[in-house]
């Protein structure tokens, strides 16, 4: 999804507070300039760790999808992609199974505890120590969603691509849903699986979800393009009924990155300068827009 340089952390030393003989009076702040300055403080702390999150996102993306200079393979049977039984027979009640039906009262008290635990260290983006709370759970439980939900996003998070479409598919046999399928799509993507990509595509442009997941799913569609070469189309396919919002959306912010990124690796250098301009007048940190739009200049 975009060319992120790796970056070391740069370090700040901060100069010594010059000594005063005297201390500034404190001004009192009424309880409504109290909140306001709390409620800013919330918010720059939010923007922060969202800012560190999508940098993050952002260079896993590069590091499993930026492909252009990695030998090609050779067809195999998987670039004819997966056979799938079709979502209008999936999800039935007799496929899912809650944790009790599948392992009994005894034994999903024990399960759910650690089903706890590895959400709770899912949540903290402790992916290693979610899975070690996971391992083995997916084989005494392999018909119930959670179980199966939780394990394909943990292997994803810690990039095993192949274990991580392995569970998603369970879910979305189990459960016919198409929420998690820019997840899938995005495995496939890693393991260069370009059929499985254009299937899950096409499987989540024809469901009922909502923009930000659409946008999540084209953003990947567009991406396995891009790793092919296929810049023109790629470009097709993220423009396509996007349009520049008043007030944007986490999804905008993605995708205007991600078409900026193919269009100045199109060599549509113009379109690539207004969407990183528009980016930075929205969020001037977001993830490496500033420094995009300086080396366009």
């Given at each position: 999804?975009?060319?992120?340089?790796?970056?070391?952390?740069?370090?700040?030393?901060?100069?010594?507070?010059?000594?005063?003989?005297?201390?500034?009076?404190?001004?009192?702040?009424?309880?409504?300039?109290?909140?306001?300055?709390?409620?800013?403080?919330?918010?720059?702390?939010?923007?922060?760790?969202?800012?560190?999150?999508?940098?993050?996102?952002?260079?896993?993306?590069?590091?499993?999808?930026?492909?252009?200079?990695?030998?090609?393979?050779?067809?195999?049977?998987?670039?004819?992609?997966?056979?799938?039984?079709?979502?209008?027979?999936?999800?039935?009640?007799?496929?899912?199974?809650?944790?009790?039906?599948?392992?009994?009262?005894?034994?999903?008290?024990?399960?759910?505890?650690?089903?706890?635990?590895?959400?709770?260290?899912?949540?903290?983006?402790?992916?290693?120590?979610?899975?070690?709370?996971?391992?083995?759970?997916?084989?005494?439980?392999?018909?119930?969603?959670?179980?199966?939900?939780?394990?394909?996003?943990?292997?994803?998070?810690?990039?095993?691509?192949?274990?991580?479409?392995?569970?998603?598919?369970?879910?979305?046999?189990?459960?016919?849903?198409?929420?998690?399928?820019?997840?899938?799509?995005?495995?496939?993507?890693?393991?260069?699986?370009?059929?499985?990509?254009?299937?899950?595509?096409?499987?989540?442009?024809?469901?009922?979800?909502?923009?930000?997941?659409?946008?999540?799913?084209?953003?990947?569609?567009?991406?396995?393009?891009?790793?092919?070469?296929?810049?023109?189309?790629?470009?097709?396919?993220?423009?396509?009924?996007?349009?520049?919002?008043?007030?944007?959306?986490?999804?905008?912010?993605?995708?205007?990155?991600?078409?900026?990124?193919?269009?100045?690796?199109?060599g549509e250098v113009p379109r690539a300068r207004q969407l990183f301009g528009w980016l930075i007048d929205q969020d001037e940190l977001y993830?490496?827009?500033?420094?995009?739009?300086?080396?366009?200049?």
């Amino acid at each position: 999804m975009g060319s992120v340089a790796r970056r070391g952390a740069a370090k700040i030393h901060e100069e010594p507070l010059p000594v005063v003989d005297k201390a500034p009076p404190e001004v009192e702040q009424t309880p409504e300039e109290a909140e306001e300055a709390r409620l800013r403080a919330e918010r720059r702390a939010a923007r922060q760790a969202r800012t560190k999150q999508l940098r993050s996102e952002a260079q896993e993306a590069v590091e499993r999808g930026n492909l252009r200079d990695a030998p090609a393979k050779k067809p195999d049977k998987r670039s004819r992609g997966r056979r799938r039984t079709p979502l209008s027979e999936s999800g039935s009640s007799s496929k899912a199974q809650k944790l009790e039906e599948a392992v009994g009262q005894r034994m999903a008290a024990t399960l759910r505890q650690r089903l706890v635990r590895a959400e709770e260290a899912y949540e903290q983006e402790d992916y290693r120590r979610a899975w070690r709370s996971l391992d083995g759970m997916a084989k005494e439980a392999p018909k119930v969603p959670e179980v199966r939900e939780l394990a394909g996003l943990t292997h994803y998070r810690l990039g095993r691509w192949e274990l991580a479409a392995r569970d998603l598919e369970a879910l979305r046999e189990l459960t016919g849903r198409t929420d998690l399928h820019p997840v899938l799509a995005d495995c496939y993507r890693a393991q260069r699986r370009w059929t499985d990509v254009e299937l899950i595509w096409a499987e989540l442009q024809a469901s009922q979800e909502s923009s930000a997941v659409l946008a999540e799913g084209r953003i990947v569609a567009a991406g396995a393009l891009g790793d092919q070469g296929k810049l023109t189309e790629a470009v097709e396919v993220l423009s396509k009924n996007f349009q520049l919002p008043r007030r944007a959306k986490e999804h905008h912010l993605r995708q205007a990155y991600a078409l900026a990124d193919l269009c100045e690796r199109a060599g549509e250098v113009p379109r690539a300068r207004q969407l990183f301009g528009w980016l930075i007048d929205q969020d001037e940190l977001y993830v490496d827009v500033a420094e995009r739009l300086d080396a366009l200049r």
